[in-house]
């Protein structure tokens, strides 16, 4: 029940996490409405692959999510991040890992004139043999990718209980997982 209106093409970078924005609608507040929140269930698992990719929504009491990244790079190599997704531990540990690049491809962005509010203080770059700047979790790659499988799942428009265990996705096939899970609810409910 919230609308956010953008002038301009896109949300501001700030510090390149969602940890601004987070304490920024803490601290605006819940305004309480009459009944609670829908919440949608799964009733049994919901899945998707491709290639080395894989979402598995899987029936649970809360969020939980299991993220497995892996990137062949000395500095990254695989990262593990899973917990039960509150608030207090969103604010904590998910919302101030930044967005991240590594050096060939930001040097590329910045020749074809796009990531032009990009700098160290808000984004990982991660060199050939070293970050540009430290990390803020030692592991902040796979909390960056967990915050954008959260964003994503936010457009159920509802929140969701399940166990979510994604192994190196993108927002495209988190999308997709998010069209599964809406066309079994649609189809739940017609029967």
């Given at each position: ?12 970078a700030l510090?390149g996490s969602?940890?601004?924005?987070a304490l920024?609608l803490k ?5 309480e409405q009459?009944k609670?929140?829908a919440?949608?269930?799964?009733p049994?698992?919901?899945f998707?692959s491709?290639g080395?990719s894989?979402l ?5 009491d809360?969020?939980k999510?299991?993220?497995?990244a892996h ?6 190599g695989?990262?593990l991040?899973s ?17 991240f ?7 590329a962005?910045l020749k074809?004139n796009l990531?032009?509010?990009g ?5 990982l770059?991660i060199g ?9 979790f030692?592991d902040?790659?796979v909390r960056?990718?967990t ?6 799942l936010?457009?159920?428009?509802k929140p969701l209980?399940a166990h979510?265990?994604?192994v190196r996705?993108?927002?495209r ?5 998010v069209g ?8 739940n409910?017609?029967h």
């Open positions: 029940n919230l609308l956010v209106e953008v002038t301009g093409e896109e949300l501001p510090d969602a940890l601004p924005f920024m601290e605006a507040g819940i305004f009459g609670e929140a919440r949608l269930h799964l049994s698992p919901v998707y491709e080395d894989h598995v929504a899987f029936p649970h809360g969020l999510i299991t993220y497995v990137y062949p790079h000395p500095l990254v695989a990262q991040f917990a039960e997704i509150s608030e207090e531990l969103f604010l904590r540990e998910i919302a101030p890992a930044r967005t690049g590594f050096e060939e491809e930001v040097a962005l074809r990531a032009l509010g700098s160290l203080e808000n984004a770059v050939k043999e070293s970050y540009f700047s430290p990390p803020r030692p902040e790659i960056h990718k915050l954008d499988l959260l964003g994503d936010m457009l159920l428009g209980d979510i265990l994604a996705t993108s927002h096939l988190n999308l997709q997982l599964r899970i809406t066309t079994e609810e649609a189809e409910a017609r």
